[in-house]
């Protein structure tokens, strides 16, 4: 078992920045993978950034070298995202992706305007 909070979103202008951090309540599980995804009201949720559990790092085409994904410590998850654009408005949720069952996050709202 393993919980997760999400911290750091917020309102900003659209290329603006902003890291979000998700704490996790024990280390990452190292068969995991771990990822942010996000979801906009009416949509279905969408993969933003991942680690596989093999270290692979992949990301959305839409967020390609704009958002950067991190694991700082062992169990704090970053997203550092930069040249933010009003579509990257969403509530963002973090996620830890095991073959037994899949944990997440609460989330925090990210809201971009012009």
């Known amino acids: 078992q393993i919980q997760l909070v999400e911290s750091g979103g917020g309102s900003v202008q659209a290329g603006g920045s902003l890291k979000l951090s998700c704490v996790a309540s024990?280390?990452?599980?190292?068969?995991?993978?771990m990822g942010w995804y996000r979801q906009v009201p009416g949509k279905a949720r969408e993969m933003v950034a991942k680690i596989s559990s093999e270290d692979i790092v992949s990301y959305a085409d839409s967020v390609k070298g704009r958002f950067t994904i991190s694991q700082s410590n062992a169990n704090t998850l970053i997203l550092q995202m930069s040249s933010l654009k009003i579509e990257d408005t969403a509530r963002y949720y973090c996620?830890?992706?095991?073959?037994?069952?899949?944990?997440w996050g609460q989330g925090t709202q990210v809201t971009v305007s012009s």
């Open positions: 996620a830890v992706l095991c073959n037994w069952m899949d944990y």
């Open positions: 024990r280390s990452f599980f190292n068969n995991c993978g």
